[in-house]
């Protein structure tokens, strides 16, 4: 039960001047701009617009600023924005196979159409902090190597159709006509939830709670053998069939990381077994983020493939409920609101508890000194 | 072919030079577009849809290839407008710029207009299309560049 | 054929309109029975009357499925109008409507062709936007319930005449049922699930 209480009104408005005045810091240093926010903490950037669900750089950027560097904060203020803005609809889907390919990674195969194309990447670095990144360092020009058409025109295959053609691997499921998208925005979540709407409830999700229920599946918590068949990052186009215009028009381009997972093979009574697969999608160059969700992807599919649901990262409910951290900070934050009367009633309670059972000792005392 | 396929014809084609306009249009800055349309005397035009923005779902697919799902939104702007000459011009883009979508349907309605489509092909069209080219020719060779050669090593060699 | 270029125009001032006609809904919603004004400026289609026209803009988006009468429904202006300025999807089947437009009373169906809502969600009911004749002349209602101080007389003149006793499935329905909207000209009046007219004088 909350209390409504007043008289904070001064306290509070002092109390966001000083906020103001903290996250400004040291006056003597600059000011962080909202284009080196996007240009130099690009990463950070790219998360907020993934669990913030707004692919927009500047209002990230903004947000980030806004929330001094607290992620989740800076999540909650880009979900706060996006619901004041008016939807005009749904894009058409976007082709990841025609993507403008930065970097294009495979653990499967060697040898692949289009070849291994590392991009930017820390992968390959030592992890060891560089002092000469602290002040006035100037990278050098990147190297240029003549572009494969496969790179310039955006058409890289991808793998999983190499493991296809044979038969290897199972299709990805395609939609009956006239299905309706799911949306967890515009319906309240209920179980069990359809592919769709879980997948949009990963691509949300926290990232650091994905990366630990992926990371329990590999230790055994639901293990479904993971390979990473393919990643790629890069620029895909983006259309809208705007009812006005009677056409799908261009948007523009957005960045995206796609991961696809080979899975544990599965077969039955009736068809030969095959590779599964779990899909990972978001937006910026999310990599951890995408190789989660598709770990995770694939464990929630234990129901549909008729595993036992034995680990948290395959039970359905409890992934979908925890998963979106906006919802989870609202309600593990807002036991800082006033409880004064909840706890008053338990200090009675506690008080009456204690005096029983210092009477109940005092008798058993008075029992034993009587005998 | 009748005229009816003839028409149908022209009219697939119209819009296919309409997207690929917009496209271009959509992918480059406001500042730049606003450069090139200083070189064209603009005809009087009215707003039909005052430029406002929005969201749009960003629609994946599993798999990639498969059902669609909702991955997240975007932030659009659109504006519509209409010449003088009647041509109806519509812009829309990613971002919250209400005056890159206006002057994108400025040009979207110029391209329409059998006078004025040429000289918006040649001062805006094309130097934007040029330029984005450009940009992904660079893009795509840095990339290039990082493309593993892998060579094996033979065992027992040396 | 009416291209977009000729349609009526939408909200003059988007923003603002779209402020003080909420506002003007709430008020009326708030205070059942009351007599509010719809001040903003917007273009009207073909047997939309301005009240109308403005709740449409305010209220109506991409997620609203709308249901339209049979004229309005006949009519491919009043369609675009609604397509163009506002988003939102006409829809023929009216039980999954979250807004009815009903341009003239003999238009409107039996009440339980539309949404109650579920227990869970009340809301997801059916608003009716019904046009009536005047809000300030005619016939006197006597109504009651939440937001009204005892009793408030709406003075009106409307179709169908027998509206209120349609309404009064809502008591037995609470907290599912049919929210109203009069609308006559720029002035709206509106009767939420729990207003009761307990009183009747010609």
Request: include cysteine.
């Amino acid at each position: 039960m909350y209390v409504a209480v007043k008289g904070g009104e001064r306290a509070i408005e002092n109390a966001h001047r000083l906020l103001a005045h903290e996250r400004r810091g040291d006056k003597d240093v600059p000011e962080v701009t909202l284009p080196q926010i996007s240009e130099q903490m690009a990463l950070a950037v790219d998360r907020v617009m993934s669990e913030g669900s707004l692919y927009d750089r500047e209002l990230a950027a903004l947000a980030i600023k806004q929330a001094r560097g607290d992620m989740i904060e800076a999540i909650f203020l880009v979900r706060a924005f996006r619901a004041t803005l008016p939807r005009f609809g749904a894009t058409e889907p976007v082709d990841t196979g025609r993507m403008a390919v930065q970097r294009r990674i495979s653990a499967t195969f060697k040898d692949i159409p289009g070849g291994q194309i590392l991009g930017p990447t820390f992968d390959y670095t030592h992890r060891l902090l560089d002092p000469q990144l602290a002040e006035g360092f100037v990278p050098e020009e990147p190297k240029n190597a003549v572009a494969a058409a496969a790179v310039s025109d955006g058409a890289m295959p991808r793998v999983t159709d190499i493991l296809r053609q044979d038969g290897l691997i199972e299709s990805s499921p395609q939609a009956e006509a006239d299905q309706v998208v799911g949306d967890l925005t515009r319906e309240p979540l209920s179980f069990p939830a359809d592919r769709d709407l879980r997948l949009q409830n990963l691509a949300r999700a926290d990232e650091g709670f994905l990366l630990a229920l992926g990371y329990s599946t590999q230790r055994g918590y639901g293990r479904n053998h993971p390979f990473v068949g393919e990643i790629r990052f890069g620029e895909v186009e983006v259309e809208f069939f705007a009812e006005d215009t009677g056409f799908a028009v261009p948007l523009g381009s957005i960045e995206l990381t796609e991961c696809q997972m080979v899975n544990q093979f599965k077969g039955s009574a009736t068809e030969a077994p095959c590779f599964t697969r779990g899909y990972g999608l978001a937006f910026g160059q999310s990599e951890r983020k995408s190789m989660s969700m598709a770990l995770v992807d694939r464990a929630l599919r234990a129901r549909e493939l008729c595993e036992e649901v034995r680990a948290p990262a395959q039970d359905e409910e409890f992934v979908m409920s925890h998963s979106d951290n906006v919802q989870a900070t609202g309600f593990v934050e807002h036991l800082k609101l006033p409880h004064y009367v909840d706890f008053q009633s338990e200090l009675g309670l506690l008080r009456k508890l204690r005096k029983e059972f210092a009477q109940a000792a005092g008798e058993v005392e008075l029992r034993e000194a009587a005998e | 072919m009748s005229v009816q396929d003839h028409m149908q014809r022209d009219e697939t084609r119209d819009i296919a030079r309409r997207k690929a306009a917009m496209a271009v249009l959509a992918h480059a800055a406001a500042a730049e577009i606003r450069a090139c349309l200083e070189g064209v005397a603009l005809p009087a035009y009215e707003k039909l849809r005052e430029a406002e923005s929005g969201l749009v779902m960003v629609r994946g697919r599993v798999g990639g290839d498969g059902a669609p799902f909702n991955l997240g939104e975007a932030t659009v702007s659109r504006a519509a407008v209409r010449l003088a000459t009647g041509e109806v011009g519509f812009g829309y883009a990613l971002g919250r710029d209400s005056e890159k979508a206006l002057m994108i349907a400025l040009c979207d309605a110029l391209v329409q207009s059998s006078e004025l489509a040429e000289v918006v092909e040649d001062r805006v069209i094309a130097p934007l299309r040029a330029a984005l080219t450009a940009d992904r020719q660079q893009q795509a060779a840095r990339t290039a560049a990082t493309k593993v050669d892998f060579y094996t090593m033979v065992r027992g060699e040396g | 054929m009416t291209t977009i270029a000729e349609l009526p125009a939408g909200f003059a001032d988007k923003v603002l309109s779209a402020q003080t006609t909420f506002r003007s809904v709430m008020e009326a919603m708030a205070r059942p029975g009351s007599v509010q004004r719809v001040i903003a400026s917007v273009g009207t289609p073909p047997h939309l009357m301005r009240g109308t026209a403005a709740i449409a803009l305010t209220l109506f988006d991409h997620d609203t499925p709308v249901w339209l009468d049979p004229l309005l429904a006949e009519t491919t202006e009043v369609k675009k109008w609604l397509k163009f300025h506002s988003g939102a999807p006409v829809v023929t089947d009216s039980s999954i409507a979250s807004f009815a437009l009903v341009s003239e009373g003999d238009m409107l169906p039996e009440l339980d062709r539309f949404a109650f809502g579920s227990s869970e969600y009340p809301d997801r009911s059916t608003t009716v936007i019904l046009q009536v004749d005047s809000l300030a002349r005619g016939a006197q209602y006597e109504l009651s319930g939440p937001g009204i101080d005892g009793h408030a007389i709406l003075q009106a003149s409307f179709k169908p005449n027998d509206l209120f006793e349609r309404l009064a499935i809502n008591a037995a329905l609470f907290p599912r049922g049919i929210d109203v909207v009069l609308v006559a000209d720029d002035a709206i009046v509106a009767i939420p699930r729990t207003t009761r007219c307990v009183g009747y004088g010609g």
